[in-house]
């Protein structure tokens, strides 16, 4: 079935450094690809998609490229803040699953200032 | 639009007594999930409603866990003698039903634990 790995965390930064947490998956169709986002007590917030090959999530200085040859949608950012500190988790939906969303394990990201 | 909401947002209880949870989706939103969370985990799905009925179950789900969605609006989900293991996040989540791609919206979620 469909699957989606994430790097294990956490991750620790310091403020203004560059950000990648990776995420590969594994589909037998075309599936859309998430990044959501959990903050610390709260729910889970979509942070950026993509529905098709070559397409870029971005949404609050984070990007995402869905990459088919490689099977990947690694999140980036360029100078990450203490603000930044969360859990992200990676997620694809597919008609093979429905379309209910399968999740990454999450990868905790620690902004030190 | 409100954004989902639960209800109780944290719940202690007893080992052997039932609880119920309350998720109130987006309104107009069709479908509604329900997931469960432990630390350091994905969400771990449940089971999803289109409309008022139900259409998927997971297949690890003990017959304790119960969900309806009277009428197609809110939804409750019970877990009747309950377990420490029973111990989790659970997470509400609704989104309209358009496919690939489709936002799903999550509430803040009930925290459970069974003393």
Redesign the interface.
């Given at each position: 079935g469909d699957s989606v790995t994430q790097m294990e965390g956490p991750v620790t930064l310091s403020e203004e450094a560059f950000l990648t947490i990776n995420c590969t998956y594994t589909a037998t169709g075309?599936?859309?690809l998430?990044w959501?986002v959990q903050y610390p007590g709260?729910?889970?917030?979509?942070l950026l998609?993509a529905?098709k090959a070559d397409d870029k999530g971005s949404n609050k200085g984070f990007e995402a490229t869905y990459r088919k040859e490689t099977t990947s949608f690694h999140l980036e950012k360029g100078s990450v803040q203490v603000s930044d500190s969360a859990v992200y988790?990676c997620?694809l939906?597919?008609?093979d699953s429905?379309?209910?969303?399968i999740?990454?394990?999450?990868t905790?990201l620690i902004i030190k200032p | 639009d409100t954004g989902v909401s639960q209800d109780p947002r944290h719940k202690i209880t007893k080992r052997g007594q039932n609880v119920t949870f309350r998720c109130d989706p987006i309104s107009e939103h069709n479908r509604l999930y329900w997931y469960r969370q432990t630390l350091g985990q994905g969400p771990e799905f449940l089971t999803y409603f289109q409309n008022e009925a139900q259409l998927e179950k997971s297949r690890l789900l003990s017959d304790r866990f119960s969900a309806e969605r009277p009428k197609g609006s809110f939804s409750t989900l019970e877990i009747q003698r309950t377990e420490q293991g029973d111990s989790a996040m659970y997470l509400c989540a609704s989104s309209r039903d358009r496919g690939l791609g489709t936002e799903a919206f999550f509430g803040q979620g009930t925290r459970l634990t069974v003393v």
């Open positions: 075309y599936p859309s998430f959501y709260e729910g889970l917030q979509l998609k529905t988790f997620a939906s597919s008609m429905n379309y209910q969303l999740w990454g394990a999450g905790k | -």
